[in-house]
């Protein structure tokens, strides 16, 4: 006797009949949106690549002694990126880093207001719960199949494959910030007469900051981790060297991408932590 | 008409606190409610006109609703039944952008556990009622410097809250309330957090700006002596239900019930009470001493008890420049240790 129905099939023809109607009807849509993210992603990457790498070396090193006032600090940040570059894979960092930076723009301008609204209300936030968990645990290739489909191959998909990978720590984090600000700094905004916007802006973001950077953070090296990925779909950058690596069976290859990830992952995270920290500390 | 009236004021916790409130009405009690409903009784029918001017004390153990209560007056929480008037206007009834105007104008309040914002420096605390309501920053940081001088913190401006000791922090609190400029001040369990010799100096202090500044204060107490040193009434609070409202020598000397009774028991009534609650006429046998030896009729009964014990003789007492009477052993004995 069979148990089992066969649900198979009308999920699988009605999801692919679905894709089909949304690029029939929407896929003008589908590419202007697409062009639009692309132009910005593309516009970091010129400004990136084309930039002579020691004014890269030196904005890093800035960047760095800005956040945490410490020489040495400064001096490492900049070596590790001079390393990128010691290793051959420069304009591959460059682009990396450009499809980082979006997808980290990306995730905070979706994250955060998301976070915000789950803090504010029980009901948003049952809703959103699964819905992140179901982006963290789905493997990207089932959305990037049909992200491909619609939005063409390349950087595009590759943005919005890591932003879903990505963004769920952000709205966790924010979430957490924003529900553990304390009742009496509430209490004591609304008080003194507090607007909604001022306690936000004025009292829970403010509060929450720490978190919602440690936030950025873990959406940060996410992203860092789906370059991999993202080159599967012709994003290129550091991921195509591991790509390379694994193709041609070289596993020197691979290393060489696989240390300029880290060393790329290892730089971002101090600047940002230490930046975080100097938020945290009440200092501007 | 005070300042401010609190009528028929009600509120229930719960998910349906109308429904629970009806219950009560039909004779259910505040434990019956919450062992068959899980809703709480926090407030029940409470009438009290605040006068402008005065340091009106709500007192009261944990749970009583004290907290509850004062937080109605600025409307932090919403009553299930009732009206709170401010002036004459009714706070529960306004809209949310009149009830914003409302607490920007009139209704400044002090934390227990200081509310302060940590990521703002003390200055930028102070001057916080008057940021959101828009004033200038040069403006509204040189009042909040004026007000952190006041309160005797002058060169810790830059400073952040957790670099603070808790008297500093709650001084930094006060401040915060008064630069606000209202003319109302709520203090909820202001001095509470504060170990007992620095909680005994803020409330000197804050007599002496009350003596200067006439705000009307509602504060907020579980301390008898807190309440009776610094309340001009009392108002006593047992399980959401007020049971005595009077001046701090009415709840001394004649407790409503045995709550009260219970409670003003191990006060220290030598310094809570004042020499004229034992005012006798002089006695004619004895020769009428010199105005110099005389005592205020309104300093407390502590201040003349070292003259006092192991003599017979009655000490002169004076009010406006003249001896209105006496006070011997018999009579601040009896005062002093009342009904065995």
Redesign the interface.
């Known amino acids: 006797m069979e148990i089992f129905p066969d649900w198979r099939t009308p999920l699988r023809k009605g999801a692919n009949a679905s894709i089909d109607w949304l690029i029939i009807n929407f896929g003008d849509q589908f590419e202007a949106f697409a062009n639009s993210l692309l132009g910005v992603l593309l516009l970091i990457e010129r400004v990136l690549r084309g930039a002579p790498p020691w004014a890269i070396l030196l904005v890093t090193a800035l960047l760095a002694l800005a956040v945490s006032r410490r020489w040495r600090f400064a001096l490492g940040a900049s070596a590790g990126m001079w390393l990128v570059g010691a290793l051959g894979q420069w304009d591959q960092a460059m682009q990396t880093l450009a499809l980082v930076l979006v997808s980290v723009g990306v995730s905070v301008l979706l994250g955060l207001p998301l976070g915000i609204w789950c803090a504010r209300s029980p009901w948003v936030r049952r809703l959103v719960s699964p819905v992140l968990d179901l982006m963290q645990t789905i493997p990207s290739f089932v959305y990037l199949i049909p992200a491909a489909m619609l939005f063409g191959l390349g950087k595009v998909p590759a943005i919005l494959a890591t932003v879903i990978y990505a963004a769920p720590p952000l709205v966790r984090l924010t979430e957490l910030g924003i529900s553990q600000v ?1 009742r ?2 509430m ?9 909604r916007w ?1 306690l936000l802006t ?2 829970q973001i ?2 929450s ?1 720490p978190s919602i950077m440690q936030g950025i953070n873990q959406t940060t090296m996410m992203a860092l981790a789906m370059v991999v990925i993202a080159s599967m779909i012709g994003a290129r950058g550091v991921g195509e060297t591991v790509l390379l690596g694994l193709q041609r069976n070289d596993a020197g290859e691979g290393l060489v991408g696989g240390l300029v990830i880290v060393v790329l992952a290892i730089v971002l995270d101090r600047i940002m932590q230490a930046g975080g920290a100097r938020l945290q500390r ?1 200092g501007t | 008409m005070a300042l401010i009236e609190i009528r028929g004021l009600s509120t229930v916790f719960g998910p349906h606190p109308q429904a629970a409130l009806e219950k009560v009405r039909a004779g259910m009690d505040k434990p019956g409610l919450l062992a068959t409903t899980g809703h709480v009784l926090a407030l029940d029918r409470i009438e009290l006109d605040i006068e402008g001017g005065e340091i009106f004390v709500i007192m009261g153990l944990s749970g009583s609703g004290k907290s509850t209560l004062v ?1 109605h007056i ?1 409307r ?1 929480i919403d009553p299930t039944e009732g009206t709170v008037r401010i002036a004459g206007e009714d706070v529960t009834a306004l809209p949310i952008p009149a009830l ?5 104008r009139r ?3 002090v ?11 003390v200055l930028d605390n102070v001057a ?2 008057l ?3 828009g004033v200038p920053r040069a403006q509204r940081e040189n009042e909040a410097r004026a007000w952190i001088e006041r309160v005797g913190l002058a060169g810790v401006e830059t400073q ?1 809250p957790a670099q603070l000791s808790g008297g500093m922090q709650q001084r930094v609190g006060l401040a ?1 309330a008064l630069c ?1 400029g209202t003319d109302i001040i ?1 203090m909820d369990e202001a001095f509470s957090a504060l170990d007992p010799l620095i909680r005994s100096q803020l409330q000197g202090e804050l007599l002496a700006l009350q003596a200067t500044l006439g705000k009307t204060v509602v504060f907020i107490t579980h301390d008898l002596d807190e309440a009776l040193r610094i309340g001009n009434r009392i108002a006593i609070l047992k399980d959401g239900a007020l049971v005595q409202v009077g001046t701090p020598e009415d709840i001394l000397l004649r407790p409503a019930d045995d709550y009260v009774a219970a409670f003003v028991r191990d006060v220290n009534r030598a310094r809570a009470l004042r020499l004229h609650n034992a005012l006798a006429p002089w006695p004619q046998t004895h020769p009428l001493p010199a105005l110099a030896r005389a005592v205020d009729v309104d300093a407390p009964i502590e201040s003349v008890l070292p003259r006092l014990v192991g003599r017979s003789t009655p000490i002169a007492l004076r009010k406006d420049g003249r001896i209105v009477g006496c006070v011997d052993v018999d009579a601040v004995s009896a005062l002093l240790a009342p009904q065995g």
């Open positions: 304390s009496e700094a209490e004591a905004g609304r008080a003194f007469g507090a607007t001022q004025g009292v403010p509060l900051l009440g | 937080r600025n932090l914003i105007a409302l607490r920007r209704l400044a309040m934390f227990q556990r200081f509310g302060l914002h940590a990521h703002r420096s916080y009622g940021e959101i309501r952040y915060r606000a709520l």
